[in-house]
């Protein structure tokens, strides 16, 4: 008797562990980490989500035009980063940030993958 109460106070203690490191991992994966949004702040994600966030009509384009292009098709200001194919990058996402995969041609053109946010 005393075995199963001490696996049953066990199994308690484990479970009330990961439940409450997936509410703490729910909350950092969320965009806001757990603070409170304003309706104004919730309005302008909403705003940036219904914005494009891949342009496949940029392969093969010049970089200039590629990002002329999407400059145009977004609200706010977007950093680009200028890549070759199969450099290496850090895996964070910034959604502000656009990434340029190009040839070594003059001018360069933009290739395969096509350009995102991220």
Not at 50 to 70: Q, T, Y
Request: with cysteine; net charge negative; glycine share 6%.
């Amino acid at each position: 008797m005393n075995n199963q109460v001490l696996l049953f106070a066990l199994f308690v203690i484990f479970w009330q562990q990961n439940l409450c490191g997936a509410r703490n991992l729910r909350n950092k994966m969320s965009p806001n980490h757990g603070k409170t949004v304003t309706l104004d702040e919730s309005m302008k994600q909403d705003r940036l989500l219904e914005e494009p966030s891949a342009w496949s009509d940029c392969v093969g384009m010049a970089v200039g035009e590629c990002e002329n292009f999407i400059n145009s098709t977004v609200t706010g200001s977007i950093d680009f980063e200028l890549m070759i194919p199969g450099e290496m990058a850090t895996m964070d996402y910034v959604w502000n940030r656009v990434r340029l995969y190009h040839d070594d041609s003059s001018p360069p053109l933009v290739t395969e993958p096509v350009p995102m946010r991220g």
